[in-house]
C-alpha cells in the first residue's frame, strides 16, 4: 500500500480541521517513520514500537522535534484508528531555553553593514515588526498599507490574520517597491519588478546569517533571532506584554511572558554585590 493510500483518511481529516499544509506534511512524515521504524501496518503498532520509536527520536532529535512526532502519532492512532494505548504513553517534556536576544547595536551594525537594499529591507523588517520567516516570505504588496504604515499578516501560524506597525524608516524603499510590482506579486523575490519567484526561508535565514557574520556578532543569529529581540526590546521600552503578545501572533500570554526572563529594564538597575566591596590591592 502506498504512503498516500495509508494516510488518506489522516490527511482528509487534518484538512477537515484545517490544520496547515505544514502541519500537515509532518504528520504524514513522522507516521510514515514509525512505521519504516517498525516495519509494521499501522494495525499492528504496538506501545512498545512507539515507546521505542520516541526513544530513537529523542537520541537524534530535539525536544520539539519529538514532541511534534508525539502529537502527529497520537492523532492518527487516536482519531483515526481510535486506539487508547496512548493513555499508556506520556508527552515528552520540552527544554526550556531562554531565546537568544541581539542588543540595539548588534542590531544597528547588522543593518548598516548590509549594503544590499533588498537584503538591508529583509533584515530591517524582521527586527521591526518581528514577523517569523515563514510569513515575510508570503507578504504580497497587497497586505502593504502605506498611508497607515501597516501590514497585514495573512493567514500566519494557526491560520490567523493580525496586523503590525511598518517602520517609518522603510516607507521610501516600499513606495519604490510598490511602484515596481503588482498587487499579488511578494514583496521579496529573486528577480526584479514584478519577475521571479518569492525568496525561499532558507535564502533569508543565509542572508541573516551573514549579516550577523559581517556585524562580528559571535552569537548565532537567525531570523528567529530578529523576532525575538524585537520583542525583549519592545518590553524594555515599557510595551505592554499584551501588544507585545499581539503583534507576535501568540495564542497564548504565557508563550510571550518568556521574554520578561531576558529584559534588561529591571536587571540593569540590580548592583552585583562585587561591586560594592572595596577591593584591596
Not at 507516521?31 to 537524534?60: G, H, M, S
Request: glycine fraction near 4%; charge should be positive; hydrophobic fraction near 35%.
Amino acid at each position: 500500500m502506498s504512503e498516500d493510500n495509508t494516510f488518506a483518511n489522516l490527511t482528509r481529516e487534518l484538512r477537515i480541521r484545517n490544520y496547515s499544509g505544514r502541519t500537515i506534511e509532518l504528520y504524514v512524515h513522522y507516521n510514515a517513520e514509525l512505521l519504516n521504524f517498525c516495519q509494521k501496518d499501522p494495525r499492528e503498532v504496538t506501545t512498545e514500537d512507539i515507546k521505542n520509536y520516541l526513544d530513537y527520536l529523542t537520541q537524534k532529535s530535539s525536544a520539539s522535534t519529538v514532541s511534534v512526532a508525539y502529537n502527529a502519532i497520537h492523532f492518527y492512532y487516536g482519531e483515526i484508528w481510535k486506539r487508547s494505548f496512548f493513555l499508556n504513553i506520556h508527552q515528552p517534556k520540552k527544554n526550556k531555553y531562554l531565546p537568544v536576544v541581539l542588543s540595539k547595536e548588534e542590531i544597528n551594525r547588522m543593518i548598516s553593514l548590509t549594503v544590499n537594499p533588498k537584503h538591508n529591507c529583509i533584515i530591517s523588517l524582521l527586527y521591526g515588526t518581528g514577523l517569523r520567516v515563514s510569513e515575510l516570505t508570503h507578504i504580497k504588496m497587497r497586505d502593504i498599507d502605506l498611508d497607515r504604515m501597516m501590514l497585514r499578516v495573512f493567514q500566519g501560524k494557526g491560520k490567523k490574520d493580525r496586523m503590525v506597525m511598518l517602520p517609518g524608516k522603510l516607507k521610501n524603499i516600499l513606495q519604490i517597491q510598490a511602484k515596481l510590482k503588482k498587487a499579488d506579486n511578494f514583496l521579496f523575490t529573486n528577480g526584479r519588478g514584478s519577475g521571479g519567484s518569492r525568496l525561499t526561508e532558507a535564502t533569508i535565514q543565509k542572508i541573516v546569517a551573514k549579516a550577523a557574520e559581517r556585524a562580528g556578532i559571535k552569537k548565532n543569529v537567525s531570523p528567529h533571532t530578529l523576532r525575538h529581540s524585537f520583542a525583549t526590546h519592545l518590553l524594555e521600552n515599557g510595551t505592554d506584554i499584551r501588544y507585545i503578545q499581539e503583534l507576535l501572533g501568540h495564542a497564548k500570554l504565557q508563550t510571550t511572558q518568556i521574554y520578561t526572563h531576558v529584559a534588561n529594564s529591571n536587571l540593569q538597575s540590580i548592583k552585583s554585590p562585587l561591586d560594592q566591596i572595596v577591593m584591596l590591592n
